[in-house]
């Protein structure tokens, strides 16, 4: 095993270690489509969680990007109109199919969720479809 | 409670930025099964749902620490918008290589791209809303 795994490995158990902080603390889901979305609305009182959430997630990125940042080393080259059309097809799809990677991934599989292994499988196979797609037509 | 989920979303962005799971680059390259295969983002997911396949079981059976009850999905079925918002989703995904929780961390890179995938992202979610108040 190298840094290869082991890191992708390290982070995956700290994704789920934060979903079982959520479950065991409060009893949700750490479904970030969710969340995320749930800050775009009037905040109320039972809802605070989310903000917090997402305020937790921009310190630590702040943390991470000042002071580890060979993770950050990559770029995010795409014309904009591609970007636009692909926040598009996340933000509308993930509402729309009630999750996203975490949520219905990190989340429901463990769980058994009919749903979220549907879902699971069928956003992996269409981003794949899609990547094979794009790299055949360039 | 907002303490709580402060902690995990910051031990979740710490978990996103070391596996590799923010790298729209490394996102493709594990989606290109046909191609040059980067399998290594598997072991995100797999280390990620064997944690959670036995801290679920325990945690499920007790009361949640800073709340009365679990509040868990209650739709079971399997239906058309499950299935075509997880198709579109998919779409956009492979597009990029950036879903929801990579999206926000990467806004501390401030890179335009950035700002335009994620303020897309938001309008995307801002229509679902929208649509779903004028088909009812």
Known sequence: MNGEILNPLFGG??????????????????????????????????EFWRYSFFVGMLTAGYIMYNF??????????????????????????????SGCTSGHGVCGLPRLARRSIIATITFMVAGIITVLLERLMS | MSVISFLA?????????VS?????????????IFGDWD?????????AVVFNFIAFKFLIKKKPVFASSH?????LIVDRDLIIGAIL???????????????????????????????????????????????K
Not at chain 1, 74 to 94: E, M, N, Q, R
């Open chain 1, 13 to 46: 158990v700290l994704i789920a270690v934060a979903s079982s902080i959520m479950l065991g603390g409060i009893g949700r889901i750490m479904g970030i489509s969710g969340i995320v979305s749930g800050v775009l609305s009037i905040p109320k009182k039972d």
């Open chain 2, 39 to 47: 399998y290594s983002l598997a072991f995100v997911m797999g280390g």
């Open chain 1, 68 to 97: 580890s940042p060979q993770f950050f080393e990559y770029s995010l080259s795409a014309d904009p109109f591609k970007l636009i059309v692909a926040g598009l097809l996340v933000g509308f799809g993930t509402r729309l199919g």
């Open chain 2, 9 to 17: 979303g910051f031990i979740f962005t710490i978990g996103l930025t």
């Open chain 2, 71 to 75: 509040n868990l999905p209650t739709k």
């Open chain 2, 20 to 32: 590799g799971m923010i790298n729209p680059e490394k996102v493709k390259g594990f989606l290109d």
């Open chain 2, 89 to 135: 989703f998919g779409i956009g995904w492979g597009l990029i290589g950036i879903c929801p929780g990579p999206g926000i961390v990467n806004l501390i890179t401030m890179e335009t791209n950035i700002f335009i995938f994620v303020g897309s992202m938001l309008t995307g979610m801002y229509l679902f809303g929208l649509f779903d108040k004028l088909r």
